[in-house]
């Protein structure tokens, strides 16, 4: 299944999904670069784009992942495992 999800930035181009944080909160990246990350906030039918540093952007999906691990899917885990280490890595 591709589960690839991409984002316009007003800027910097297109952006690549990193992770899903939690209904509101997703980390992009820039896509061909990844050096650039974003925390996109969602809501109201309103988009908001936060710059943030590679290590802030890793410490999040890092937490992402610990909770992966103790609720869900093998699957999810695994997959969300696997990007972060093409990301990060």
Known sequence: MN????LNHP????????CLLDEDQ??????????????????ANRVSFEPISRSDA???????L???RRTA?????QELHNIYQLTFQ
């Open 73 to 77: 899917s093998v699957e999810d885990y």
């Open 3 to 6: 589960n690839e999800i991409y």
């Open 26 to 43: 997703e980390i992009f990246t820039t896509l061909y670069a990844q050096r650039l990350f974003f925390l996109v906030k969602l809501r």
């Open 58 to 64: 890793r410490l999040l999906v890092e937490t992402r």
């Open 66 to 68: 610990r909770h992966l």
């Open 11 to 18: 800027t910097f181009g297109l952006l690549y999904r990193v």
